[in-house]
């Protein structure tokens, strides 16, 4: 497990424990068994997107301050400079880069999305909210509950996230922007 991860995992093992919530009450706010949610927090299995934000609506917080440790400090605009803005890691072959996480009270969250090709099929996740996917280099494939489409450059989709869904680079590196309305 990465470095990232496992700080992500502090905080918000930490920040349960300061508000006195108990892990097993988190993890039905989140829709999680808890000891699917307990594995998260102990940084044993890797965190999902809509996890961490789930968590974060939890708990009353930004998302910013699980992925950073700091809380968003800009009210009327930010500015994110190009190869800037807080980077994430998730596990080996993909990483996702925050581009409002600056922002106080966003709706939505745009990042740009690197994927690097894998032979398996993407993992499948959930959150809350709506999810638009723009691509912008490669060919993504995106999995939406049963349906499989492959997005070339130039291609997006706008989806309901509360189906199980994953993409995955193929042929070659893949970038691609996401919009996540939580």
Known sequence: MNDQIRQIAQRIKELREILDVAAVDLAKQVNLPVEEY????????????????????????????????????????TIVRKGQGVEIERYKGYKFRSLAFNYIGRQFDPMVVDLEPMETPPELVVHGGQEFNYVIEGTVQLVIGSREFFLHAGDSAFFNPQTPHGQRAVGGPVRFLTIINE
């Open 38 to 77: 307990l594995n998260y927090e102990e940084a044993k299995t890797d965190i999902p997107i809509g996890v961490i934000y789930g968590v974060a609506t939890a708990l009353n917080v930004d998302p910013t301050v699980l992925l950073t440790g700091e809380a968003p400090r800009m009210n009327d605009y």
